[in-house]
């Protein structure tokens, strides 16, 4: 079932929103050569605390930490450690922050020094595919126009898309209906109405499609080892569009 959510549950959201925004931004303060993911965990985890809201990432499904941090072929999942970021990387960071009974979902993809610039083009495609998908957001619309929109301009920029992960409805629980593909076909699955609240994410690669999961059970990685970027937002449909709830 996919819930709509009220204006007053939507203010709601728009708060937790605000926190996971202002998450991320702390984070990128801190994100240099040198720092290990696992001190970027704890400082996520102290600010959102600090702010009231709840790390939900924490302990769902047994993951053992604040916020996922993804290093280059890592897609997804990666869980923070002592590993070091390096010149040349690029981090995706993705996290739920609870606040007032109420999830925000965002990711965004970071590049820490020089890289090629075929690197640099798959982050900056990957956000624009986000943005490419969410200008099909609005009542009547339905689930597959985004899905189409993204493949679309990732395939016309020589980049593959992730199929076995996908985006999701969102609201009192992280996860909710509908799942929202990265590909797919116009005019196909549900209709968006009003009040729906959805965490959009393309996964794009710069080779192939194919990915697997490491031996920790969570982090996902490209199977041929080309680099991964991964950016999110929640939003809301809107009577004439969308909102972003995680924006500033």
Known sequence: MINIKSDREIDLMKQAGHLNYLTHEEIKKHLKVGITTKELDQLAHDFIIKNGGVPSCLGYDGFPASICISINDEVVHGIPSNRKIKNGDIVSIDFTVRLNG???????????????????????????????????????????????????????????????????????????????????????????????????????????????????????????????????????????????????
């Open 102 to 248: 109420y999830e925000s979902d965002a990711a965004r993809t970071y590049i820490i020094g020089n890289v090629p610039n075929e690197i640099k083009d798959l982050v900056k495609n990957t956000e624009q595919a986000l943005y490419e998908g969410l200008k099909e957001v609005r009542p009547g619309a339905r689930i597959g126009d985004i899905s189409n929109a993204i493949e679309t301009f990732a395939h016309k920029h020589g980049l593959s898309v992730v199929e076995e992960l996908v985006g999701h409805g969102i609201g009192s629980d992280m996860h909710e209906s509908p799942d929202i593909p990265n590909f797919g076909a116009r005019g196909t699955g549900p209709i968006l109405k009003e009040g729906m609240v959805l965490a959009i994410e393309p996964m794009l690669n710069l080779g192939g499609k194919e990915v697997c999961m490491l031996e920790d059970d969570w982090t996902i990685v490209t199977t041929d080892e080309s680099p991964s970027a991964h950016f999110e937002h929640t939003v809301a449909v809107i009577k004439d569009g969308y909102v972003i709830l995680t924006g500033e």
